[in-house]
């Protein structure tokens, strides 16, 4: 039984004033919160050191939306693994595909961020998905293989015995379009089975979380499948309301 997982990916978005009441309203509201749900905020890079501390010795984590996959130098505006691990970050999101499509990140650099989040001794949580012309064009299974060997080829499969995957079809995500539940569970039976080739155990204990539009009302539906162990959160996760009934959902299906 895989614990779940509801992160909230609050990209380019608030300020030091509500940035902070954010994280203490859902952190007094939530609590310990039942164990088998974790709770995981990712603010942008300028809040990271002083939330890590309004969250010390909380159950609720901490992780940053991107990272370098340079080790340190001159890399002007980039900030790196160890400055992620140095500030109180557990998680790292890589490969978001805003950052994918707007930023140029390409498979390639993804693996090596991923690498760089291991090797600074936090856990990556790896997005993967594709756009609605590659769904349309059923290439769904094609894009994600992919997304996912450049990682695997670089990492080998032991990475994933603390990374976490993100599902997120680009056409769901900040649309209010949903993957429906079986969608969803569909392109994660896949990704597990993908894993599973390689390593059972690995594959059986791994976490895959969806993204893309998740809301209070459809958390519970697309949580309940078999394949799908939390949620990677956008929009819902800037309020604090909004992003614990996403947590309440998960915490129902225990
Ligand atoms: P959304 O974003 O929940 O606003 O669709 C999800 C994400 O981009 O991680």
Not at 81 to 104: N, P, Q, W, Y
Request: overall charge neutral; proline content about 4%; hydrophobic content about 45%.
């Amino acid at each position: 039984m895989r614990d779940y997982l509801v992160a909230g990916n609050w990209k380019m978005n608030g300020n030091a004033a509500a940035n902070a009441e954010l994280t203490r309203a859902i952190l007094a509201r939530w609590g310990g919160g039942p164990a088998p749900v974790r709770l995981l905020i990712c603010p942008p890079y300028p809040y990271l050191r002083e939330l890590g501390k309004v969250l010390a010795g909380s159950s609720v984590a901490l992780g940053a939306q991107n990272v370098s996959q340079h080790a340190s130098g001159a890399y002007t505006g980039e900030v790196s693994a160890t400055m992620l691990k140095d500030v109180g970050c557990e998680f790292v999101i890589v490969g978001h595909s805003e950052r994918r499509a707007m930023m140029g990140d390409t498979s390639h650099i993804v693996a090596e961020k991923f690498a760089a989040v291991l090797g600074a001794g936090m856990r990556p949580i790896l997005c993967v998905g594709e756009t609605l012309e590659e769904r349309e064009g059923k290439r769904t299974e094609a894009v994600i293989d992919e997304q996912l060997a450049a990682v695997l080829k670089r990492t080998g499969v032991q990475a994933f015995a603390t990374a976490v995957i993100a599902y997120e079809p680009v056409w769901a995500i900040g649309t209010g379009r949903t993957a429906s539940p079986q969608q969803a569970q569909d392109v994660h039976e896949h990704i597990r089975s993908r894993l599973k080739a390689l390593s059972a155990e690995i594959a059986d204990s791994m976490q895959i979380l969806y993204g893309g539009s998740v809301k209070g009302d459809n958390a519970a539906g697309l949580f309940a499948k078999p394949d799908i162990d939390g949620g990677l959160i956008g929009g819902a996760s800037l309020k604090a309301d909004d992003f614990l009934a996403i947590a309440a959902a998960a915490a129902s299906l225990n």
